[in-house]
C-alpha cells in the first residue's frame, strides 16, 4: 500500500481557504480518483513544531492512501489536470507531493 503525503508550507502571508478546501478540492478529488482505487484520505492542520511554542512546518496536510502506486499514476493521468488546476480556488502556496510505501499500521483498539 502507498500513502501520497500533500504538504502546504506554513507560509507566513499565505492564502488558505480551509472551507474550500474541505467542502469542495477533497471531495473534488475523492470523486475523481475513487475509480482509480483511492482506499481513504485525511486533512490535519499543523498546530505546531516539535519545541514548545514553535511553528508547524506545514499548515495543512492531506494524505491519501491506494494500493499501489500505479494506481495513483492512472488517477492523476487521467484527472491530474483538473485537481492541481482547482488548486488556485483555496491557496497561493504551491504543494509539495510525497510518495510513500506504507510498511506497518497500528489500528486504535476498539472502544466499549
Do not use: C
Not at 496536510?61 to 494500493?67: K, L, N, R, Y
Not at 507531493?97 to 486504535?108: G, M, N, P, S, T
Amino acid at each position: 500500500m502507498i500513502r501520497v503525503t500533500v504538504s502546504y508550507p506554513n507560509t507566513p502571508g499565505a492564502r488558505f481557504d480551509l472551507d474550500y478546501y474541505l467542502a469542495k478540492h477533497m471531495p473534488m478529488v475523492d470523486e475523481k480518483m475513487k475509480p482509480h482505487g483511492i482506499r481513504s484520505w485525511s486533512v490535519t492542520k499543523g498546530i505546531g513544531g516539535g519545541a514548545p511554542g514553535s511553528a508547524a512546518a506545514f499548515l495543512m496536510t492531506a494524505t491519501m492512501d491506494f494500493d499501489s502506486i500505479e494506481q495513483f499514476q492512472a488517477g492523476m493521468a487521467a484527472h491530474g489536470a483538473a485537481i492541481m488546476a482547482d488548486v488556485r480556488n483555496y491557496t497561493d502556496i504551491a504543494p509539495q507531493i510525497q510518495i510513500d510505501e506504507i510498511l506497518r499500521v497500528k489500528a486504535a483498539p476498539a472502544t466499549a
